[in-house]
């Protein structure tokens, strides 16, 4: 049997001296008895898909509501493919797998029903009451809601990964590390773990907008990140059908592959360039060592401005939000105006320390499944829906 002890040990001989052995963690905010053969990365991983949490998020959105087809991304299969790339990326790298995949896959636990629609609306409810963000959620989840243990509230997540969690800083997170020495970079799997979402995300939501027909083909390919593909492909613009599957497939996988390699150069390029040579160097960078080349940087600016106009802003996905934000605001409406609607375990938050009416409902909202929202939607507002 391989022990944790000799995990450790191998950590310590075959990791960068940049990367974060689970040996050396900060540790737990409870003390636990250490595991016989696991790391304490991996106990966080397990604890992480062993969450209500983490199983939610199989029926939240990511751009498409859940009813519009199983085939597209959602909450879920999105974080697998954060877990996915950003294990290739800590691979590559040497730095510590086990404790960029439980970062990765911790990353979204925090987002409402309806996606970014919903986090919109939960804020603006929130406004006077301490606001809503998923990235905050998150780590409230992590570190008090979920109650899986006897002693203690929350999952009881080493440093690194709660931090991982506070210090993911893509262009859709705001981060807020005030109790994790916000003058200190993440951990390097902290840094790829952001570069492992936006990754997932620029693809994902292509690949998602081109099958749903919402993006147009011809448009898509004059961006420069789809000719860099076609170059690497050897094709030209009229040799890909981007309308047929395999043709999407294939074009998408060379996209990642073209993304993951580009941030693993740049990222060793900018190690090399700092003189980076311990976890201490590491942390006094003022920027983030794991980046794009100033180029792809550029480039991926262009698709994310691209899949906003013509993705994000287009009627379809606009008619979902319009429906998603009705839905959230008329459930929140209800459960502040009347709480004995709300289910008892509940109502019993309300008196928690630091929850009030309005906390205790959006934490309660925020928990939803898209579908879960709807059906309580029903419940509440058709006379004929059994309650």
Do not use: W
Request: aromatic share 8%.
């Amino acid at each position: 049997m391989v022990t944790r002890e000799e995990l450790e040990q191998r950590e310590e001989r075959e990791l960068a001296a940049y990367a974060m052995p689970s040996c050396r963690s900060r540790g737990r905010v409870y003390p636990v008895a250490e595991h016989p053969y696991r790391t304490a990365y991996q106990r966080d991983r397990d604890r992480i898909i062993h969450t209500t949490a983490f199983r939610r998020l199989q029926y939240k959105t990511q751009v498409f509501v859940y009813n519009e087809g199983d085939h597209y991304r959602n909450r879920l299969t999105h974080t697998v493919e954060v877990a996915q790339i950003g294990r290739t990326l800590a691979r590559t790298l040497s730095c510590n797998e086990d404790l960029t995949e439980a970062i990765c896959l911790a990353h979204d636990l925090g987002h409402p029903p309806f996606g970014h629609t919903g986090e919109e609306t939960l804020d603006e409810l929130m406004q006077g009451h301490g606001g809503y963000d998923h990235q905050k959620q998150t780590y409230r989840i992590i570190t008090r809601l979920e109650r899986r243990y006897t002693d203690h509230p929350g999952l009881n997540l080493t440093y690194e990964v709660r931090e991982g969690v506070v210090k993911h800083d893509t262009d859709y997170d705001i981060v807020d590390a005030e109790d994790y020495s916000p003058d200190e970079k993440g951990t390097l799997e902290c840094q790829v773990s952001n570069l492992a979402d936006e990754i997932a995300y620029n693809t994902s939501d292509s690949d998602d907008g081109l099958r749903a027909g919402i993006l147009n083909p011809g448009a898509f390919l004059e961006l420069a990140i789809s000719r860099r593909v076609l170059d690497s492909l050897g094709e030209s613009t009229n040799a890909i059908d981007l309308t047929q599957p395999l043709d999407r497939y294939r074009f998408i996988r060379r996209m990642v592959g073209i993304e993951v390699n580009d941030a693993i150069r740049a990222t060793t390029a900018n190690l090399r360039a700092a003189g980076v040579g311990s976890i201490v160097d590491l942390r006094a960078q003022t920027t983030n060592a794991a980046a794009y080349s100033d180029e792809l940087a550029e480039e991926n600016r262009e698709l994310k401005r691209f899949l906003y106009e013509r993705f994000y802003r287009h009627y379809r996905v606009a008619r979902m939000a319009a429906k998603a934000d009705r839905t959230i605001r008329a459930l929140f409406s209800a459960f502040v105006e009347e709480p004995a609607q709300l289910p008892p375990e509940t109502q019993a938050n309300i008196s928690d320390p630091g929850r009030d009416l309005h906390r205790a409902v959006c934490d309660y909202i925020a928990g939803m499944t898209d579908r879960y929202a709807i059906a309580e939607h029903r419940r509440l507002f058709d006379p004929e829906e059994a309650v």
